[in-house]
C-alpha cells in the first residue's frame, strides 16, 4: 500500500477555524504563543468530565487523565542550541492539530545532528497539559525481518499502561480489536479467547484501517502526539499506515513526528523514501531538517554548559572546525576535554588547562565506535576508496585515489558519487582541474572527525 495514490491533501491546509470550535486563529482559545518558550495552554482544565463506561458507551477522552498526567515526564537535553526554529515549528504543528488539523511532521538530519535532543524537548513542553495524548514508539535496526507495526505497538502499549489506560483499552476494543490482539497482556484470559474468536481471517488492510478509525475516535476532543522514532529502521506496515493517517481527509487532533536518518533512506529502496517524497508532493507532510550548529551557536553551547566560563576564543573555532556543528560530536568532544582535564575548574571558573595543539587531537572513545562501525557496513572497495581519500586530506579528487588505488578514475568517481548521494562520510564538491589538464571530481570529508576518528581508515589496502 505504500504510496498509493488515494486522496490529497491540499484541502487539509491549516483553516481559520475548526468547524467543532476550536482555536480561531488571531483569538485562541486553547493555545497561546510565548515567544521563545514554546506555549502555554489558556483553557480551563476540568475534571467535571465524566469517564466513560467499560461498555464503550461513550468516547468522550477522559478529560485530565492522559497519560501526561502520570509520572513519566519527557526531558529534553539539558543544553539544547539552535533549535528553537525547529520547536517553533513543532508548536504550530500542536497548535493546529488542536484545530483539527491532522498534522505529519518528519524531522531528519545526519545521526548526531540532534533529532531525539529536539523532540524529547518538545514533549517536555507538549506534557504541560494533562490533556494531550503523548505515545512514543521506537523502530530498532533488526537483521531479519522486523514485525510489522512494531513501534505503533510499543508506543500504544505504553499508552494503554499510562493514566487514562483503561479507557483507551475500551476504544481500542470498539474500534482496533486487531490491534488489541497484539496485545494481549492488556486483557484478561475471557476477553483474549473472545477476541480471538472475533477475528478469524483478520486482514492486514484491516488493522490500516482501524487504527486510522482509532486515532480518530482517540483525537476527537483532545491532540494525539505520535512520535516514531528512526523510521529508516521501520518496517513496511508501519510506513504504509503513516501514509494512511496522513492522507485521510476526515479531521483529526493528531500530530504525527517521524525521525529519520536520510542516510539510510535515499538511495537504499526503504519504502519510507517513495512515501515522504509522495506525501511532501501531495502537501500532505512537512520536512524539518536539522542543520549543523553555526559557530556562534557552538559559542552558545560553551556558555551554556560552562557558566562564566574564561575559555579563549579559539577554543570555539576549534571545536566548530572538528565537530562541523554536529551536536553529538560537540558534547562527546567537550565532555572528553573534561574527563582528560583540558578543561578545569580554576578559582570558580571553567579554564582551559592545556594549550590548543592538546585540543587538537584524540577522538571520544564513543564516537571512535560508532565511526568504525558505519566503515564496517561499507563494501570493500568503497572503504578502500575512503582510506585512500583520507590520506589525501579533507578534500580530495577521484583522480588522486585512483593513482593511489591504481583504479580507473571512472570506478572511483562512482563509489564517490554513490557515497555522497547517501550523505556517507563525504559530499561533493564538483569536478575539478589539474595542473596537467585532468579533469576529475572532488570531494570532502563531511566532518574532520570521520577522517581521524577509526584507526584503520588511513590505510589504503587494509
Known amino acids: 500500500m505504500a504510496g498509493d495514490g488515494g486522496g490529497g491533501c491540499r484541502a487539509q491546509g491549516l483553516r481559520a477555524r475548526d468547524p467543532e470550535g476550536g482555536d480561531r486563529v488571531g483569538a485562541p482559545r486553547f493555545v497561546a504563543t510565548v515567544h521563545r518558550r514554546g506555549y502555554r495552554f489558556i483553557a480551563g482544565v476540568t475534571d467535571s468530565e465524566p469517564r ?10 477522559p478529560v485530565g487523565s492522559g497519560p501526561t498526567g502520570g509520572g513519566f515526564r519527557y526531558r529534553g537535553p539539558a543544553h539544547l542550541v539552535g533549535r528553537e526554529p525547529a520547536l517553533d515549528r513543532l508548536q504550530r504543528g500542536i497548535e493546529a492539530a488542536w484545530r483539527g488539523t491532522r498534522q505529519i511532521v518528519f524531522v531528519t538530519g545526519e ?3 540532534g533529532k531525539t535532543g529536539v523532540v524529547g524537548t518538545f514533549l517536555e513542553r507538549v506534557t504541560v497539559d494533562p490533556r494531550v495524548w503523548i505515545a512514543h514508539g521506537q523502530c530498532v535496526e533488526t537483521y ?39 496485545m494481549p497482556w492488556l486483557l484478561d484470559r475471557t476477553d483474549r479467547d473472545a477476541l480471538q474468536r472475533e477475528l478469524l481471517g483478520a486482514t492486514r488492510e484491516r488493522m490500516l484501517r482501524e487504527m486510522a478509525e482509532a486515532v480518530e475516535a482517540l ?10 522514532e528512526d523510521l529508516h529502521w521501520s518496517d513496511t506496515a508501519t510506513v504504509d499506515l503513516v501514509s494512511l493517517l496522513a492522507r485521510r481527509q476526515e479531521p483529526a487532533r493528531l500530530l504525527l513526528i517521524g ?20 506525501l ?36 570555539t573555532r576549534v571545536i566548530n572546525r572538528r ?25 570558580g571558573r571553567w579554564k582551559l588547562h592545556a594549550v590548543l595543539e592538546e585540543v587538537e587531537i584524540g577522538v571520544p572513545e564513543n564516537l571512535r565506535e560508532m565511526i568504525e562501525r558505519r566503515v564496517r557496513q561499507l563494501g570493500e572497495d568503497e572503504r578502500q576508496v575512503l582510506a585512500a581519500g583520507s590520506v589525501a586530506g579533507m578534500e580530495f579528487s577521484a583522480a588522486s585515489v585512483a593513482a593511489a588505488l591504481q583504479r580507473a578514475p571512472a570506478k572511483v568517481e562512482e563509489s564517490c558519487d554513490e557515497l555522497a548521494h547517501r550523505y556517507l562520510f563525504i559530499r561533493s564538491l564538483g569536478a575539478g582541474e589539474w595542473p596537467d589538464g585532468t579533469v576529475a571530481s572532488r570531494y570532502r570529508f563531511v566532518h574532520a572527525l570521520h577522517r581521524t576518528g577509526r584507526s584503520g581508515l588511513r590505510r589504503p589496502g587494509a
Open 219 to 228: 483525537t476527537a476532543e483532545a491532540p494525539l502526539v505520535l512520535v516514531l
Open 52 to 61: 466513560p463506561e467499560r461498555d464503550g458507551a461513550s468516547e468522550r477522552s
Open 144 to 182: 531479519g525481518a522486523p514485525e510489522p507495526y512494531l513501534p505503533v505497538l510499543d508506543a500504544f502499549g505504553r499508552l494503554c499502561r499510562e493514566g487514562g489506560g483503561d479507557w483507551l483499552v475500551t476504544l481500542l476494543r470498539k474500534h482496533a480489536p486487531t490491534w488489541l490482539a497484539q
Open 280 to 315: 511532501h508532493t501531495r502537501g500532505c507532510s512537512q520536512e524539518l531538517s536539522l542543520e549543523p550548529l553555526s559557530k556562534a551557536q557552538v559559542a552558545d553551547y560553551l556558555r551554556e554548559r560552562f557558566a562564566g566560563h574564561a575559555f579563549p576564543a579559539e577554543l
Open 323 to 347: 565537530t562541523e556543528g554536529n551536536p553529538l560530536f560537540m558534547v562527546s568532544l567537550v565532555e572528553d576535554f573534561v574527563a582528560r582535564g583540558l578543561i578545569v575548574i580554576r578559582d
Open 259 to 278: 525521525t529519520y536518518r536520510p542516510v539510510d533512506v535515499i538511495g537504499s529502496q526503504h519504502p519510507l523514501e517513495h512515501v515522504r517524497l509522495e
Open 111 to 113: 545521526p548526531g545532528i
